[in-house]
């Protein structure tokens, strides 16, 4: 196994372009722009993107503009500092979104120093201003996420390597005295396979060398590991578990293939070989990494990827409630990890992601199957957790709505002015905990899972309040073509309809029978399906609106069914 320098050139290339662009339109009496500090991120990364294509250029085609450029970013990255070290993001004067640049300067140095070339002692110069003006402000700043911590704690590693101050080490030593966020499978605290957790894996790799703690290597392994068994066929991770801001679109892999390679050659891995050359075969190869590749952090040589990767089988991860399984070409997930019970409204931080189930077959996918049930407002069936039952899984969610009663004789206000309280759906001054809940409506939703050979057969059952309407949502990405016996607007008419509210043209409910989506060469066919009604859940707001805009961008089918009900239906091409 080889490095392709080169390719990984090509992917630096479009951000360079476009960062010699934004520098190229800021005159010298704009570089202390308050707002330039927005883009401190940016300034750095391309930067790096420079450097990297200045070292590895032939000597004839060297141009002394990239190097120039590089020393502008980093006097717009020191000159915009807040007083305290920071940069502004989204976040304002924040401590971790500047150790997310400062790590990267830091990576940056070490390279310069490394390769000590005398055209860059005005580079080196400004970013070891930068390093230490940001490191000096992080002994101090604070953080607001886990990963946050990691951070933080390896823009210091760098900082101490690099300017040898003790206050750097002790501030990161204390951030990692409060251990790490992994658990006994081996994944971190926030599930985030396509962001988070590679930065937090990144961030190890770094304390672990300039901090001389080869202990931060363990937890790398053992979710280097673990994420063997989150990659797709094509090269994608599931990020469904995600208790972060990806998860309800797949991840690409890209920021897994630096470590993988590093501990490749560290531990003589041979799949985590492999897991690079995978990364790189399925076209995932990132856009960043050549600093860490030029500097030497991969002293030695690639083990011979000859060990396959665990796509092929099953597992089942329980810390995060999710199954896995990769039989003949066809690749099935099931979830039931949400973080029920501690939010109404899902939020950065809780794991929300109603699809329970997908399913693929080649080209054909199957992106979620979810159950949305017109209910009080209270959104996609989210299960309480998986269960295995012989060769079956079983997710099932209890919901209870109650009406509440009049306030008892010694809990009534003259003045009327009662507390304003929650119910657990909404808020009103009612004083909710001192009422009777009446007329509770409860709901049942359970779902059965088992594979067979040629796909999974789903059973849903729906019971306790009766008339709910429920719509099974199948989801489809838009390229590639739905058919089957649909229902149509008007056909069945109903209270749901809304003449102002038009069904959008990708929703499709199917009236019976079968539904078969076609991409290429792949398919999947739903069998058994059949409506009742024609609610759909778009036309109900709050949770719903979970879907982040996903909805335009995709391909539905429904069944839908008023509970009780008992519906088998199979999936499979």
């Known amino acids: 196994m080889k490095l392709d320098i080169e390719m990984l050139l090509e992917k630096e290339r479009p951000l360079l372009r ?69 940069s502004n993001s989204f976040n304002l004067a924040s401590p971790p979104d500047t150790a997310f640049a400062t790590e990267r300067a830091g990576a940056l140095l070490v390279l310069l120093r490394k390769k000590a070339r005398p055209e860059f002692t005005e580079l080196s110069s400004r970013l070891e ?10 002994v101090t700043g604070g953080i607001h996420t886990p990963n946050h ?33 992994i658990d006994e499978d081996g994944q971190f605290s926030e599930r985030s396979t396509s962001i988070y957790s590679p930065v937090t894996v990144n961030c190890l790799l770094n ?72 990364i790189a075969e ?23 990827p000859t060990l396959s990767l665990p796509l092929e089988g099953a597992r089942f991860i329980a810390g ?35 699809s329970f189930l997908s399913f693929q077959s080649g080209s054909g996918i199957l992106e979620s199957v979810r159950i949305a049930p017109c209910f009080f407002g209270t959104g996609y069936f989210r299960p309480d957790g998986m269960e295995r039952e012989g060769d079956s899984w079983i997710l099932e969610q209890h919901l209870s709505v109650p009406y509440f009663d009049t306030l008892k004789k010694d809990d009534i206000r003259a003045d009327g002015d009662y507390s ?76 749901f309809e809304f003449p102002d509210q038009p069904r959008p043209k990708n929703m499709k409910i199917l009236r019976r029978g079968d539904a078969l989506y076609t991409c290429g060469e792949g398919k999947i066919r739903i069998s058994g399906g059949k409506s009742e009604h024609d609610w759909l859940p778009i036309q109900q707001s709050g949770d719903y609106t979970s879907l982040d805009g996903e909805a335009r961008k995709k391909q539905f089918v429904y069944v839908t069914l008023y509970s009780p009900f008992e519906i088998t239906l199979e999936i499979g091409d």
Request: aromatic share 10%; charged share 25%.
């Open 282 to 304: 399925t076209d995932h190869l990132p856009r960043r990494g050549l600093t860490e590749i030029l500097s030497g952090c991969i002293e030695g040589e690639l083990p011979d």
């Open 320 to 354: 995060s409630r999710f199954y896995r399984s990769l039989k003949e070409n066809r690749f099935l997930t099931l979830f039931g990890g949400c973080d029920n019970g501690l939010s109404l409204k899902h939020a950065s931080g809780l794991s929300g992601n109603p």
């Open 207 to 278: 304390m672990a060398e300039y901090l001389k703690k080869p202990e931060l290597l363990e937890p790398v392994r053992r979710h280097l590991d673990l994420t063997l068994w989150f990659l797709k066929p094509d090269g994608n991770l599931v990020t469904t578990p995600s208790r972060r801001q990806d998860l309800f679109s797949p991840g690409s892999s890209e920021n897994y293939y630096l470590p993988y390679l590093i501990m490749a050659v560290k531990d003589q891995n041979g799949a985590y070989g492999a897991a690079a050359r995978f």
């Open 420 to 495: 304003l309280t929650s119910s657990g759906r909404y808020w009103s001054k009612l004083d909710f905990p001192r009422r009777d809940r009446v007329n509770v409506q409860n709901l049942k939703t359970r779902a059965v899972i088992k594979e067979g050979n040629g796909g999974v057969e789903l059973s849903v059952s729906v019971s306790g309040c009766p008339s709910v309407p429920v719509a099974l949502e199948f989801a489809f990405p838009a390229e590639g073509e739905l058919t089957g016996d649909w229902l149509e607007s008007g056909d069945s008419p109903s209270f």
């Open 129 to 138: 201003e930068y390093l230490e003006r940001t490191c000096d402000g992080l």
């Open 18 to 86: 476009e960062w010699e662009d934004f520098l190229d339109q800021i005159p010298p009496e704009e570089e202390m722009n308050r707002g330039l500090s927005f883009s401190h991120r940016f300034l750095l990364h391309g930067a790096e993107c420079s450097i990297c294509s200045y070292l590895t250029a032939k000597s004839g085609d060297r141009i002394k503009a990239e190097l120039e450029r590089a020393e502008k970013a980093a006097r717009i990255l020191t000159g915009t500092l807040t007083e305290e070290g920071m």
């Open 149 to 181: 911590r990691w951070v933080v704690s390896s823009a210091l590693s760098f900082g101490y390597h690099l300017l040898g101050k003790q206050s750097y080490k002790d501030r990161a030593e204390a951030w990692i005295s409060e251990g790490i966020d």
